[in-house]
């Protein structure tokens, strides 16, 4: 089992590396908005961190996992939010991308009830690789086991890189959608001047509309994205529901030339602290060794006091799960 695992996991990421760079998806944007459009920061009720770790084909063994985590606040001094996010995709033994940057928007009221949020973030990125971990089948040999380096595949080192990204958000009522356009830079994460190498600009779009009862516990909050990102994109649909601190949620996600998955999730809501978990099983377009399981991801949210507010924000209900 080791021998197989310390094969194909470098294997499926080789196979990764040789097309157009694309963004880990992690099954949803959901307490994630932030890294996905900064003009979010600020938008919540009160300053909150959010922090979410992530296992994908868990029942496979290739050790893929991420974790996130965030903080964002509305200040009034700067007449917007900001705030700062990081990121870490682990891919196996071989190759991880830490991500990280800081994001601000800017709020102002262009209507009776409209009010619109325009953003900017700055970030870096940081793709280090194990080349010593790379084994391809011309480095086996069927009497002396494993003979090949590596080394020949990949550079050693870390690579680093500076990113820029925008978007706007807008609110009216009980609706809300963002658009934003990420990787302006178009980041080389490689040290080869190729195409194939550099990172495609990352063009998101979602909605979200509050059907929660004026009266009541209850709450319903249905959500949409559509990411796209070269020649791939990505489609989720999902509502999440709350009932005296009891969340709980139901949403379908489907990424082109990829799987169509159903994700179901369930959380708890006690006051300053919301902790959730949520699984996606693959139910078409996965070949037989990558079946099942998709995504498992456990997240929790910290909220600290109340924002401060005035006449030019609008706090608006984010999806968690």
């Known amino acids: 089992m080791k021998f197989s695992y ?49 296992t994908f084909l868990p029942g496979k063994g290739f050790n893929l996992r991420s974790v996130y985590a965030s903080y964002d606040a509305y200040y009034s001094g700067l007449h917007g939010g900001a705030g700062v996010w990081l990121s870490d995709d682990i891919s196996g033994e071989v190759m991880n991308d830490l991500r990280g940057g800081l994001s601000y928007s800017y709020h ?50 870390a690579i680093n890189r500076f990113d820029l990204g925008t978007g706007f ?7 809300t959608g ?16 190729t195409d194939n190498n550099r990172l495609d600009r990352l063009f998101s779009l979602t909605a979200a509309v509050d059907l929660s009862p004026r009266s009541g516990d209850l709450s319903l909050l249905p959500s949409a994205a559509v990411i796209v990102q070269g020649s791939e994109f990505r489609i989720y649909l999902g509502s999440e529901t709350s009932w005296r601190g009891l969340m709980a949620g139901l949403a379908m996600w489907h990424t082109k030339g990829g799987f169509t998955s159903a994700q179901c999730s369930i959380g708890y809501d006690i006051s300053f602290v919301k902790i959730m978990m949520s699984y996606s099983y693959i139910l078409s377009g996965g070949a037989a060794p990558i079946s099942g399981t998709a995504i498992v991801r456990a997240g929790a949210v910290f909220g600290f006091g109340n924002v401060e507010k005035s006449r030019g924000v609008h706090i608006i209900k984010l999806p968690l799960l």
Request: charged share 15%; aromatic share 8%.
């Open 6 to 54: 310390r094969t194909l996991s470098p294997l499926l990421l080789l196979c990764t590396l040789t097309l157009r760079g694309q963004d880990t998806w992690h099954g949803t944007v959901s307490g994630m908005q932030m890294m996905y459009n900064p003009a979010f920061a600020g938008l919540r009720e009160a300053p909150s961190v959010n922090l979410s770790a992530f």
């Open 108 to 157: 102002f009221q262009t209507g009776r009830n409209t009010f619109v949020t325009a953003g900017l973030t700055a970030s870096f990125i940081s793709r280090g690789i194990r080349s010593g971990s790379i084994i391809l089948p011309d480095d086996i040999d069927p009497f002396r086991g494993i003979t090949g380096g590596g080394a020949g595949y990949a550079n050693p080192g």
């Open 169 to 175: 958000t807008v609110a009216s009522g009980p609706w």
């Open 178 to 193: 963002g658009v934003s356009v990420m990787h302006l830079t178009r980041p080389l994460l490689s040290d080869e001047e």
